[in-house]
């Protein structure tokens, strides 16, 4: 089957530091992968997907390569903002999205000023 | 355009009632999914819907059950509730069915505690 593994955290930085919050799946298929980021009180919004290897998907100053050889999707940002604090899930759907989005369990991440 | 609206916003209920969860996809979407998150399980899907029709179903018992209306609104129903079933309950929105390519939007969920 399909699963998703991605660091629980609670993971702490500065605002303005490096942030790399690892993603590692494994899957029957050819998946798209997604990261999603999850505010206090509220749903998931899409913050970027990739649909084939090597595809880069960015948004908002957050990037994520695609890469099938270590069936990897890292979330990196150059630096970080108070208002990054969240919890940010990785999740992946195969073709035929027969069983939906599988996602990781989520890694909240806490920026202090 | 509007997003995904989901009704209502929190719920409690009582072991042994059953419940009716609402969920309005982004306009000129057909597919709409249902997921249940919890702090233990996580994130698990439920069912996806399309044209009216069950398309998808996740490892959930019978007592969940769902259905599509024709302009793509959807309900979300749990009957016999359990302690367990407390969970925020997310609806997502797609253009197609079943497209690993296609992005799933969440509505802003409903929070279901069952004393």
């Known amino acids: 089957g399909n699963s998703v593994t991605q660091m629980e955290g609670p993971v702490t930085l500065s605002e303005e530091a490096f942030l790399t919050i690892n993603c590692t799946y494994t899957a029957t298929g050819y998946p798209s992968l997604f990261w999603y980021v999850q505010y206090p009180g509220e749903g998931l919004q899409l913050l970027l997907k990739?649909?084939?290897?090597?595809d880069k998907g960015s948004n908002k100053g957050f990037e994520a390569t695609y890469r099938k050889e270590t069936t990897s999707f890292h979330l990196e940002k150059g630096s970080v903002q108070v208002s990054d604090s969240a919890v940010y899930f990785c999740a992946l759907r195969t073709g035929g999205g027969a069983d939906g989005l599988t996602f990781g369990k989520g890694t909240h991440l806490i920026i202090q000023p | 355009k509007a997003g995904v609206t989901q009704t209502p916003r929190y719920l409690i209920k009582t072991r042994g009632q059953q419940v009716t969860l609402s969920c309005s996809p982004i306009s000129g979407h057909r597919s709409v999914s249902w997921y249940q998150q919890t702090p233990g399980q996580g994130l698990q899907f439920l069912f996806e819907?399309?044209?009216?029709?069950?398309?998808n179903k996740g490892n959930f018992p019978g007592r969940f059950s769902g259905r599509q209306f024709s302009n793509s609104r959807s309900e979300m129903n749990v009957s016999t509730l359990e302690l367990g079933d407390s969970a925020l309950y997310l609806c997502?929105?797609?253009?197609?069915?079943?497209?690993?390519?296609?992005?799933?939007?969440f509505g802003p969920g409903t929070r279901l505690t069952v004393l």
């Open positions: 819907y399309f044209s009216e029709t069950q398309r």
């Open positions: 997502a929105s797609s253009l197609v069915l079943g497209s690993a390519q296609d992005t799933q939007y």
């Open positions: 990739a649909t084939k290897a090597d």
